[in-house]
Structure formats: structure tokens, C-alpha cells
């Protein structure tokens, strides 16, 4: 059974920093783009950073550029995403996500990633 788990979230004041893991088991996604999302009450799920197969390319959502870092360790078969300057916005429950049908990098919609995980509250406060 192929699982992506999310650890790492929590509480943090404005400002203050988290770093989120997601520990693949089932399978290996070393070949395969895989990314974070994030869902805030009452709003769609919208990406957030991905990452290719190599962890060379990165690729982030406007909002977080600059503040967010999303990295692999492939040995692990694990992705982090280190979140710095972090703003009440952030708020948020941060799913993990994976792409098995390939190398190639698909976009970063939510159609392009075909496994989840179950999520990371995040609460930012002010």
C-alpha cells in the first residue's frame, strides 16, 4: 500500500519558522515530481511548491516565493518543505503530494499529482 505521510506541522507565531516532512512508503518516488499543497477553511486547495524528480527544479506559488523551501532527499524517500517568515495566511492544513506516472514534471495543478497525503494542520498566529 502506497502512503505519503505528512509530520511537521503545529502551532508557530507570526514570523516564526516550521519544517514539514513527507515519508513515502509502498513505492519509491526518486523518479517522480512531488509536491505541497495547502486547504484553509472554507477555500479550495491551492499548490503551494513542487519539486522535480532530481530536486534541481523548484517551483513555488507567489505567495510563499522567497519564504518557502521545498527539498528532497531521495536516499529517504522523503520531501521537506521548510517554511521561514511564516504570516497568519499560512494557516492552512499542508497536504503532501506525489506524481507516479513519470519523470517528466506535469504542471502544478492538483491533476498532475495522483497520490496524497492526509495532511498537516498548520496554524500561524499573530
Known amino acids: 500500500q502506497v502512503r505519503l505521510v505528512e509530520s511537521g506541522g503545529g502551532l508557530a507565531q507570526a514570523g516564526g519558522s516550521l519544517r514539514l516532512s513527507c515519508a513515502a512508503s509502498g513505492r519509491t518516488f526518486s523518479a517522480n515530481a512531488m509536491a505541497w499543497f495547502r486547504q484553509a477553511p472554507g477555500k479550495e486547495r491551492e499548490f503551494v511548491a513542487a519539486v522535480t524528480w532530481s530536486g534541481l527544479g523548484t517551483f513555488y506559488a507567489d505567495s510563499v516565493k522567497g519564504r518557502f523551501t521545498i527539498s528532497r532527499d531521495n536516499a529517504k524517500n522523503t520531501v521537506y518543505l521548510q517554511m521561514n517568515s511564516l504570516k497568519p495566511e499560512d494557516t492552512a492544513v499542508y497536504y503532501c503530494?506525489?506524481?507516479?506516472?513519470?519523470?517528466?514534471?506535469?504542471?502544478?495543478?492538483?491533476?498532475?499529482?495522483?497520490?496524497w497525503g492526509q495532511g498537516t494542520q498548520v496554524t500561524v498566529y499573530s
Open positions: 503530494a506525489a506524481d507516479s506516472r513519470g519523470p517528466v514534471m506535469r504542471g502544478t495543478g492538483r491533476d498532475a499529482y495522483d497520490y
